[in-house]
């Protein structure tokens, strides 16, 4: 970006630098086809979760096995405030008709999925962030495994198994000759990848992001450089979780339902995986790790359908199979690559700097 | 004035003229302990505004529990700390706003951060300046952090990660942080350790600059010529207790302080003390806290 | 009252279980300073073991006898072939590396077994003895109070009585002096692992009989237990573990039997985040352990 406005900096610079993204995401979606443009819709909420977690990770050390249920969070917030506004509309729930009723919907929804995914992301912070260790990534991890039973027990606000409906949001009629359907969707899902990858860079930037960076370098050193190592903690979960929340407020939408058999501990692993494969602390990472969790499995499905194999090891396989390649690959990587595809895209690039000027290539 | 084993503090007189300030820290009978070791035992000692003390003595004596007691770090199981009059804060985040700065054995350098970045954490909070002496908010944290990487003459160095230093950069960029919030009580520990004769020299204007702008120094050393050279005062612990405390020559001079370090009774063979009739080189030892 | 009592007693022999699971923690902690995520996955495929072992030859206890084995050597393996090569000081890379080979053993089970819960078979009678005409415990339950005490304090006689026991607290908790002393730290370390690995085996495979069948992620709910436990003990504290597991073990039967099942792991949560909220601390651990 740098390059081509090289007088502009900082904060401006990010934000039209995100603006930028925006825009070459949306781009991209007229060229591809129905079922891709799903799939990137997809991508751009798992990329909202990871780039939460990659980011805490990366800059605080914290571990969350759970962020798949904040991304549940964010689902059940924009499911609950888009129906709550739709009952209030006129000509009751449904169908979206008005574009104006679409848009107040839409970002009401945002704005809940915001609010319950920051509330939870708070709580879970604060008793997990002030300490040391593993207790952070323990308290997520019971959080993910007892998602299921919260909806049960809050099953008349939460619905249960069955989960809660969101309204469907259909093209706006000013579009609706150029766009399809999936497609817009998608626009939406980037729209809202882009504004948390800018809030996440900011962050990083910021001097919360240095005090942030300061307490995972040295804790004690940043204590007693006045740094409050336990509220920063707490400030950088509750974005990763404000992130996360966004992203499941994005699949409620584009899968109009929210429910929490979509949200398993599974899915909270492969965040991890996601996170740790494109690098931890780089957003760019992320983008690619996300990638990789959402195509490599249907990638894998698409292989072993091919292969025609007995129903019953068909069965078997599927879904294990993915999960399998993506824990060798998480042991792998921590091992071998601790920086991840960032990391090591980043040495290479150091390496060669370093080259001394007489090569000649 | 001189005395051994005792506790009565020894509080300088304020210079005939100038107007009385209170001490810049008063530690009275401090005692710490961990489960049934006692590290510190009714320990008082005081620092007065402008003075530079060291604080000496053998391996395990307990000087790093004094400075982790005046930071918060450890919680006392009795006695007292008083920062400028003021009770100290009992906690260490709470310590640059209160004018004091801390350079630990072991660094604890931020890994991960550049040099410029390093220095900018104190400044982050904003809390610098707001109750120290030389207390004028700085305006921007890049610039102040700067001026103190110019004067600890590591201006070139301003960019690179602080991992690929070498010690005595790390330990200069260290320095350079703790000075970066204009302390009025500056707290260093082990400084001179693991360095040569020019940095060690290069150390010592640094520490009579800083001391010369006002600010109390107290500090941890092992390396006794250096501290000599630049103390007012000199505190000797010993098993968690003081057994001397005076003006260095008089220090030097003691009985007491001689078989302490020297190790005269059988129970303290072998120990790696070191005293004046030792080659006053420095052993960087991690010292038992 | 009579449903209270049996409430009671089922809770001190669950507690039981998440105490002996609790210890695995404890002693992996203390030998590794790693909270092995993985223990529950590895107990796992432990009790899938047993469970072809008892089908095949028809013995339970042939069963718990390779249980305890693949347990052990399974301690051995991911010591040796993984966590050994994880980079130290920093806890973070090896709660990863356990999350990875979490999803490796799963998923290989899952792709060897299939999704079925199989309801494993106790080597007791599981419906409960009647005191006084109140129902109390049952056959099965005394056989878990009883070997869980007993293993428990095998450990304790090991550990504190015993020249094997004073090597590995020594390795744990000062490695370079043990070292200079003569004492074999890697072997420590990995005799460590695998204790731990072999006591989770046996929790796990106590366990599921009591539950609705084996799968391969059957020990979830176990590991988030006995984690609750470690939280309200220590994890750096063996007593802690004990007591814990009978608090927690308690408490969860409760909740079961007055609220259901569907509620329990709410309450596990619930628990687990006041402890952490308001004491942090533990409610017998000694504060160091909690900024380690």
Known sequence: MNRVLPQVTGTPRILLGGLALAFLGIAVTFVLDPYRNYQLAIVAAYFCATAGLSVLVGLTGQLSLGHAALMAAGGYGYALAASLVDGMADGGPGTSGDEGTSVVRVLAGLAGAVVVSGVLGLLLGLAGARLRGPYLAGLTLALVIALPAVTAVLRGVLGGDQGLRAPYEDVPPALERLVALEQWHAWIAILAASVAATGLVLLRRSRAGLQMRAVHGDETAARLSGVPAGRVKVVAFVASAVSAGLGGAVLCLVTQSVSPGAYSLAFSLLLVVAAVVGGLGSLGGAAVGSAVVVLLPWLIESVTTALDLPADLQQRLSGNLAVLVFGALLVVVTLAWPGGAAGALAARRAARSQQPPLTER | MMTTRSSAPPVPGPTPGTPTRPPCLEVDRLTVAFGGLTALDDVSFTVGAGETVALIGPNGAGKTTVFNAVCGLVRPRGGSIRLGGRPAPGSPTRLVAAGVARTLQGLGLFSGMTVLENVMVPLATGAAGTRGTHGDTPEDPEAAARATLDRLGLTSLVHRPVDALSYPDRKQVALARALVTRPSLLLLDEPAGGLGHDDIDRLAQTVRDVAADGCSVLLVEHHVDFVMGLADRVVVLDFGRVIACGPPDEVRADPAVETAYLGVSASREGRDGLGPAVDGQSISAEAAS | ?292
């Open chain 3, 1 to 292: 009252m009579d449903r209270l009592v049996f409430l009671l007693a089922t809770g001190v022999a669950r507690g039981a279980v998440f105490a002996l699971f609790a210890l695995s923690l404890v002693i992996v902690w203390r030998a590794a300073r790693v909270v092995n995520f993985a223990q529950g996955a590895m107990a796992v495929v432990a009790v899938f073991v047993a469970f072809g072992v008892t089908a095949a030859t028809g013995s339970y206890w042939l069963g718990l006898g390779s249980a305890l084995l693949t347990g052990a050597v399974l301690g051995v393996v991911v010591e040796r072939g993984v966590m050994n090569h994880v980079p130290a000081g920093n806890p973070l890379p090896g709660m990863i590396v356990a999350i990875g080979l979490v999803m490796v053993l799963q998923s290989g089970l899952g792709m060897l077994f299939g999704p079925q819960h199989r309801p494993m078979a106790a080597p007791f009678d599981e419906r409960p003895f009647q005191v006084g005409g109140v129902p109390v415990l049952s056959p099965y339950d005394v056989f878990v109070l009883v070997v869980a005490v007993v293993v428990m304090g095998v450990l304790a006689l090991l550990f504190t009585r015993t020249s094997l026991g004073l090597q590995l607290r020594a390795s744990a908790f000062a490695p370079e002096v043990s070292r200079l002393l003569g004492v074999r730290v890697p072997r420590m370390l990995t005799i460590g692992w695998v204790l731990s690995s072999a006591v989770a085996a046996l929790a796990a495979l106590l366990l599921v009989p009591t539950e609705l069948g084996l799968n391969a992620h059957s020990a979830d709910m176990l590991f988030v237990h006995a984690f609750t436990v470690a939280v309200v003990g220590g994890l750096d504290s063996p007593v802690g573990a004990l007591l814990g597991g009978l608090v927690v073990g308690v408490l969860m039967t409760l909740v079961t039997g007055y609220l259901g099942a569907t509620v329990a792991p709410v309450a596990v949560l619930v628990l687990l985040a006041t402890v952490l909220l308001v004491r942090p601390a533990g409610i017998f651990a000694a504060i160091e352990a909690r900024q380690a």
